[in-house]
T-cell receptor, first 113, second 114 residues
Framework: DTAVSQTPKYLVTQMGNDKSIKCEQNLGHDTMYWYKQDSKKFLKIMFSYNNKELIINETVPNRFSPKSPDKAHLNLHINSLELGDSAVYFC????????????FGSGTRLTVV | AQSVAQPEDQVNVAEGNPLTVKCTYSVSGNPYLFWYVQYPNRGLQFLLKYITGDNLVKGSYGFEAEFNKSQTSFHLKKPSALVSDSALYFCAVRDGGATNKLIFGTGTLLAVQP
């Protein structure tokens, strides 16, 4: 049973379209994140959510809107897609307390053409 | 602000030889440090972490890392490299505050030659 699952795994779409990526975790974690990995493999935080509430938006354009219907789900909706949005998007969740375990999904490769 | 640096874009090593992938950190307070591995077209897999305690941390797949406070380093090591270890390795540090997000280094590509 996958701990952090993302769908779809691959997404190819045209400029200007709107698309969503879904993330679900079955670990019971309170905190979830979206990361973006660009073409140079740099990993950068986009959003942090704790218990369905947005904690921080890391200067991401407002075309990106995360939504957390419950603490097990964190979806990412992207409006008016641009070529520069092409990247791999990773969802992650974190356990609390002193353990500080972070678990990542397998990623969604978004290609905007 | 917390940060980690991986000074090498790529490390080449022959199979059977020991390997080291370097990471240095800059933090205020106690560092919470992590290593992740990314195989081609795959997600990030957790290798090991240092929170507190013993400076030598053992992790998955035979990897270990040594926390060195005086040198602010957290180098990843393995006594004998395998071709299957070839992958992209990321060092990361926990950023404190409200989010406790992970801040990643730029990654080091490990290439193990047979």
């Amino acid at each position: 049973d996958t701990a952090v699952s993302q769908t779809p795994k691959y997404l190819v779409t045209q400029m200007g379209n709107d698309k969503s990526i879904k993330c679900e975790q079955n670990l019971g974690h309170d905190t979830m994140y979206w990361y973006k990995q660009d073409s140079k493999k740099f990993l950068k935080i986009m959003f942090s959510y704790n218990n369905k509430e947005l904690i921080i938006n890391e200067t991401v354009p407002n075309r990106f809107s995360p939504k957390s219907p419950d603490k097990a789900h964190l979806n990412l909706h992207i409006n008016s897609l641009e070529l520069g949005d092409s990247a791999v998007y990773f969802c992650a969740s974190r356990s609390g307390g002193d353990f500080y375990g972070y678990t990542f999904g397998s990623g969604t490769r978004l290609t905007v053409v | 602000a917390q940060s980690v640096a991986q000074p090498e874009d790529q490390v080449n090593v022959a199979e059977g030889n020991p390997l080291t992938v370097k990471c240095t950190y800059s933090v205020s307070g106690n560092p919470y440090l992590f290593w992740y591995v990314q195989y081609p077209n795959r997600g990030l897999q957790f290798l090991l972490k240092y929170i507190t305690g013993d400076n030598l941390v053992k992790g998955s797949y035979g990897f270990e890392a040594e926390f060195n406070k005086s040198q602010t380093s957290f180098h990843l090591k393995k006594p004998s490299a395998l071709v299957s270890d070839s992958a992209l390795y990321f060092c990361a540090v926990r950023d404190g505050g409200a989010t406790n997000k992970l801040i990643f280094g730029t990654g080091t590509l490990l290439a193990v030659q047979p």
